[in-house]
């Protein structure tokens, strides 16, 4: 199990166990010596971090970006060789949407849908032109300068809950995968022994 929610890791990991009947082991750094990857800052970074580099480093075998659009959107760039190289975090789309309504009054959540138009033309069309084509303009930014930084062409990886929302991305995207995380998980656990 990997949980980036301390609050909750032991509840979830009971409820787990007590409707699994079976023992329950969660990624934390103490299992990150038995993986193939090169972790950097191995106590601070994320687990859903290390399992979305493992399963995209088992999937690919070659350096890659992996744009995690969940709760944060994260890239987390791996080498061929399995090191993870770096990774950058903003807040997701619905954390950005659910930031902005519930600091102002004024304004109320609207569906995360591509507008028609840059042109906010009501309440609803100006955040959805705001959020969801800044995210865009913000998610091609990013992968590019990584690219740059890289010298060298990287394989991109799209994941998470909300991977399908910024259709007009998918060029951008090599692969897209939203189980990735668990397929890492998978990967770890099997290597780990658990």
Known sequence: MSSVVPSQTEKVKSFIATKTGKPVTVLTSALYPKLPLQILSPTEIGTDLVANAMGAFTMC?????VVDFGTALTFTTISAKGKILGVSIVPGLTSALKTLTQNSSALFEVPLELPY??????TPTAIQTGILLGYEGLVKNIVN????????DALTIATG?????????????SLSTPTLALDGLRVIAHLAGV
């Open 61 to 65: 075998k070659q350096t890659c970006i």
């Open 117 to 122: 138009s840059a042109l906010g033309f009501n």
């Open 145 to 152: 300068k990584i690219r740059t930084e890289l010298k060298e």
């Open 161 to 173: 809950g909300g991977a399908h929302i910024l259709t007009s991305l998918h060029d951008l995207f």
